[in-house]
Nanobody, 117 residues
Framework: QVQLVESGGGLVQAGGSLRLSCAASGSVFSFVLMGWYRQAPGKQRELVAD???????NYADSVKGRFTISRDNAKNTVYLEMNSLKPEDTANYYC???????????WGKGTLVTVSS
């Protein structure tokens, strides 16, 4: 069983920075697609960024140039460096692992990011 534990959320001022971490434990393989999603109140959960085992990244237009996703395959950990935060970035941020072969998806419980104006 895969367990995902997010950390790093909190309250920051607009323009500030925050670094999220997601550590995966259990039966984790380097082939998984790892990513971050977020969900604000009353809105659909949306992709923020994801990264392949080879380091290929994909970002939502709203965070391009401000957020950076990275991963350490040896540590089964994915990170999200968030800079120039805006109030509209406020949301619960969820770590996600996806296994293309089995199509299994695992989610963390989320970590709350609140950006004050």
């Amino acid at each position: 069983q895969v367990q995902l534990v997010e950390s790093g959320g909190g309250l920051v001022q607009a323009g500030g920075s925050l670094r999220l971490s997601c550590a995966a434990s259990g039966s984790v393989f380097s082939f998984v697609l790892m990513g971050w999603y977020r969900q604000a109140p009353g809105k659909q959960r949306e992709l923020v960024a994801d990264i392949t085992v080879g380091g290929s990244t994909n970002y939502a237009d709203s965070v391009k140039g401000r957020f950076t996703i990275s991963r350490d395959n040896a540590k089964n950990t994915v990170y999200l460096e968030m800079n120039s935060l805006k109030p509209e970035d406020t949301a619960n941020y969820y770590c996600r692992l996806f296994y293309p072969t089995s199509r299994a998806t695992y989610w963390g419980k989320g970590t709350l990011v609140t950006v004050s104006s």
